[in-house]
Nanobody, 121 residues
C-alpha cells in the first residue's frame, strides 16, 4: 500500500510558475513509477506526466511538454512537478499517482487526494 499526499496548489496568474510535490508514505518508494494527472471541471481526468523508478524514462502530455518538468527523489520518497509558463487551461485538480512497474499513461494503482491549481488570465 502506498499513500500519497500532494502539496497545496494555489492561485497564480498566467505566465507564473508553480511547483507541486507529492510525498509517498511507503519506504520502498523506489520500485514505483510515478505520475501526475489533472481533472478540470466537466472534463475527464487526463495524464500530465510520468517518471520511471530510476528517472531514466519520462513521458509528458503534449499540452505540457516544454513547460512542465517531472522529477523524483527516491531518498526522500518525493516526486515533483515544476510547472512554468502556466496557462488558464492548466486550471484543474492535480493528482499524484503511483504504480508498480514501467511508465505508462494508465492503470495507476494508488492516488493522492488531489490539489487545486487555478491559473487566472
Amino acid at each position: 500500500q502506498v499513500q500519497l499526499v500532494e502539496s497545496r496548489g494555489g492561485l497564480v496568474q498566467a505566465g507564473d510558475s508553480l511547483r507541486l510535490s507529492c510525498a509517498a508514505s511507503r519506504r520502498t518508494f523506489g520500485p514505483y513509477a510515478m505520475g501526475w494527472f489533472r481533472q478540470a471541471p466537466g472534463n475527464e481526468r487526463e495524464f500530465v506526466a510520468a517518471i520511471s523508478r530510476t528517472g531514466g524514462t519520462i513521458d509528458y502530455a503534449d499540452s505540457v511538454k516544454g513547460r512542465f518538468t517531472i522529477s523524483r527523489d527516491n531518498a526522500k520518497n518525493t516526486v515533483l512537478l515544476q510547472m512554468n509558463s502556466l496557462k488558464p487551461e492548466d486550471t484543474a485538480v492535480y493528482y499524484c499517482a503511483a504504480k508498480f512497474g514501467a511508465v505508462v499513461r494508465t492503470a495507476y494503482e494508488y492516488w493522492g487526494q488531489g490539489t487545486q491549481v487555478t491559473v487566472s488570465s
